[in-house]
């Protein structure tokens, strides 16, 4: 069984790395008894959305999604159609930019996303004063996704606010979208989440969901065990002491606390 992956623009798309997602996915698909075929989709390179299982999209500097959105908009139309008749995309962070309606920066001025996610964003002021704006330039992020329980690091510059759409889970302690209590957002199979850095490799249950519901989609059943991977136990492990870390924490003004 195979899964493809088409890894998008590593060589720009890679601030929180990203690369780690992949050897992720790639361990626990293994683990599942799947074959990960992960293609490196450099800038400026067409994605091959015929033979593509799932579009991973990293995150990037703000200053580079408009440089993005120029190499991928002539893909657009492809994309959405690749996104409407079920195809899977797994984005981080800022590429909710590049997937929503418009991105508006600081300075007012404005960038049209692929309107593939009913979402828009609008980038933070800049500041290292402490509670002057919501910018996080670090922090747990603690959310629920159906019955599964997701701890990450969330580094804010854009708040998202979504449209006619559903959020991906919802936030148990952290920021999420915009202070809302949201986390991300999921239309048909597109999944934009705000946890950076090593999402799959702390949560590799989020990661065996996923592979488990693209190859059912392909029509091919997964019985593999993840409990084989060499990370997983320490996975669970690191959850539970997150868990109590985040709980014993100074609760700072502005951050969403439902513990």
């Not at 997964?222 to 669970?236: Q, T, W």
Request: a negative charge; aromatic letters at 10%; hydrophobic letters at 35%.
């Amino acid at each position: 069984m195979n899964l493809n992956i088409a890894w998008v623009y590593p060589d720009i798309l890679n601030l929180h790395g990203d690369r780690g997602n992949m050897m992720a996915i790639e361990k626990i698909a293994s683990a599942m008894g799947v074959n990960a075929n992960i293609k490196k989709v450099n800038y400026g390179d067409s994605i091959d959305f015929e033979n593509t299982d799932l579009v991973f999209m990293g995150a990037g500097q703000i200053r580079d999604m408009e440089h993005v959105l120029e190499k991928i908009s002539g893909s657009a139309d492809v994309f959405k159609e690749y996104v409407e008749n079920g195809g899977y995309v797994l984005a981080i962070g800022t590429t909710g930019c590049v997937l929503g309606k418009k991105l508006t920066l600081e300075n007012g001025y404005e960038i049209k996303g692929l309107e593939i996610l009913d979402i828009t964003a609008k980038e933070l002021n800049r500041t290292k004063m402490p509670y002057v704006t919501k910018e996080v330039y670090g922090d747990d992020l603690w959310w629920k996704y159906d019955d599964m329980e997701i701890i990450g690091c969330q580094i804010h510059r854009v708040d998202y606010t979504l449209g006619d759409v559903k959020p991906l889970g919802q936030v148990v302690y952290g920021y999420g979208n915009d202070l809302g209590g949201s986390e991300g957002v999921r239309y048909k199979n597109v999944i934009h989440t705000n946890t950076v850095g090593p999402l799959l490799s702390s949560n590799p249950w989020f990661g065996e969901r996923l592979i488990k519901e693209i190859m059912a989609e392909k029509g091919e059943n997964v019985d593999g065990d993840i409990n084989k991977l060499e990370f997983f136990s320490y996975a669970k492990e690191s959850m539970e002491l997150k868990k109590n870390f985040i709980k014993d924490k100074f609760k700072l003004p502005g951050i969403i606390h439902n513990i």
